[in-house]
């Protein structure tokens, strides 16, 4: 009996110190999780025996239980690597199967798909609908997450954004006979006070400069009998673009008068029609004729029609104190993008983005979680399979619930402490050492025994 007590011991000391082993040797593994070696005493109970005398028979492996704390992001320059920040794990679908993973290495192959060294694809619930931003996700089924590399089309400007202050005490230009200007003339500053540009976007992605001129209208003859005064509160304000055809005559509707109250504020009792809609016929009225359209598009009529028409929101103009300033001038269209990148949020939203400024919204990270995590089946390569011990999976987003954030352009590192794990080995090898005495020591008492003469 002492040498089978021995030998229990000398081999649940050699699991231990392949579990120690194990954990060292996986010190620099992404997602690893270390193992520990659980043991349990061994009693040969008979049936009538008295328990209070009964002496254990060894030792034996109880388990071999993983523990799943965090462990520290290391930061890298891939936006693909992600990390978990908490609990649950990454959905990998392996030709139809399903393993999960805390090691967030991913890749692109040949195809577009992201994948793991394995080649298996990372789950992610797809948009509702592709290549914009203001989208949701079917939470109710899970995709292969796969990157597009195609470029993001254009889109014509709809709606300009123009804040600014007008002078209050602004004088109104006068002409040679010194009578106040009341029609804009863009090649002569001297028919107009202020202007500002902004780039504007064809349907077809062509940048075009739309520039906004600000004429202070006045009253009077010049003379001195009937001197020019200010047209209280009252500016006419006129809106082009770049590229008009000599001799072609501009849409009325790109001429407007505006008022201001004694606030400064716009008067949107005088001022009417807004927002202003100036309309740019590009057929037939500017150069370069490409069969491009700009503007809004009327959704009412089938199929929708370009209107040509640009709504300007002057919503936000004043006419305040001395100094012309513009705080805001802003548009809502963009010319063709060639993809820069990939980016995932800590939401686990995955974004394509582009040299336009746009970005797209290609998928979003699905985690899994389990009630017993101790109870996966480890299936070697950072995978995990799913067993009747673990639990059925929960599915949901990261940052919900009990699943962890997503950080991307990092990795999780074992959650291996070496220095302890040093100790164990040191540890491991005395109890093997000490295990290995009492079968000695067993050897020598059988030894005398049997020179008992």
């Known amino acids: 009996m002492p040498f089978r007590i021995g030998l229990s011991g000398l081999q649940a000391a050699a699991a231990d110190l392949q579990v120690t082993g194990n954990n060292i040797a996986n010190t620099a593994t992404v997602g690893f999780k270390q193992s520990r070696a659980e043991f349990a005493d061994v009693y040969a109970q008979a049936y009538g025996g008295i328990s209070k005398t009964a002496i254990g028979s060894g030792v034996r492996l109880g388990a071999t239980t993983q523990q799943f704390s965090q462990g520290n992001i290391e930061y890298t320059e891939n936006s693909l690597d992600l990390a978990i920040n908490g609990q649950g794990f990454f959905v990998l679908n392996d030709d139809g199967g399903r393993s999960y993973t805390r090691a967030g290495q991913f890749q692109v192959d040949r195809d577009g798909f992201v994948v793991n060294s394995n080649g298996q694809h990372l789950q992610v619930y797809p948009p509702n609908e592709t290549?914009?931003?203001?989208?949701?996700?079917?939470?109710?089924?899970?995709?292969?997450?796969?990157?597009?590399?195609?470029?993001?089309?254009p889109a014509a400007t709809e709606s300009v954004d123009a804040a600014m202050n007008l002078v209050s005490d602004a004088m109104p230009p006068v002409d040679s006979k010194g009578a106040p200007i009341t029609v804009i003339d863009v090649d002569d500053p001297n028919t107009f006070n202020y202007s500002t540009s902004v780039t504007v976007y064809d349907s077809l992605g062509t940048p075009r400069t739309m520039t906004l001129y600000y004429l202070k209208l006045g009253t009077g003859t010049g003379t001195v009998a009937d001197p020019v005064k200010s047209t209280p509160g009252e500016w006419k304000v006129y809106a082009e673009l770049d590229g008009l055809i000599p001799g072609k005559t501009p849409d009325a509707s790109q001429t407007k008068n505006i008022f201001f109250d004694s606030n400064g504020n716009l008067d949107t009792t005088k001022t009417t029609g807004l927002p202003w809609k100036p309309?740019?016929?590009?057929?037939?009225?500017?150069?370069?004729?490409?069969?491009?359209?700009?503007?809004?598009?009327?959704?009412?009529?089938?199929?929708?029609?370009?209107?040509?028409?640009?709504?300007?929101?002057?919503?936000?103009l004043t006419q305040y104190g001395t100094k012309y300033s513009v705080s805001d001038l802003s548009q809502d269209g963009f010319t063709t993008g060639r993809l820069t990148g990939f980016d995932v949020d800590q939401t686990g939203v995955v974004f394509a983005r582009y040299s336009n400024g746009q970005s797209g919204i290609l998928g979003k990270v699905a985690l899994a979680n389990f009630k017993n995590p101790q109870g996966l089946q480890q299936l070697g390569d950072n995978n995990w399979a799913e067993t009747f011990a673990a639990g059925d999976p929960t599915f949901g987003d990261p940052g919900t619930s009990n699943l962890g954030l997503i950080q991307s352009g990092g990795l999780e590192a074992a959650n291996v402490d070496l220095a302890e794990e040093l100790v164990s080995l040191i540890t491991a090898q005395r109890n093997y050492q000490a295990n290995a005495q009492t079968i000695s020591t067993a050897d020598q008492i059988t030894q005398t025994i049997i020179n008992i003469r």
Request: charged share 20%; proline share 7%.
């Open 131 to 153: 290549g914009v931003t203001d989208t949701t996700f079917n939470t109710g089924t899970l995709d292969d997450l796969k990157l597009e590399f195609g470029d993001n089309a």
């Open 279 to 316: 309309k740019f016929d590009l057929a037939t009225n500017y150069l370069p004729n490409n069969g491009a359209t700009i503007g809004y598009v009327d959704t009412t009529k089938t199929p929708p029609v370009p209107t040509n028409e640009v709504s300007i929101d002057i919503a936000d």
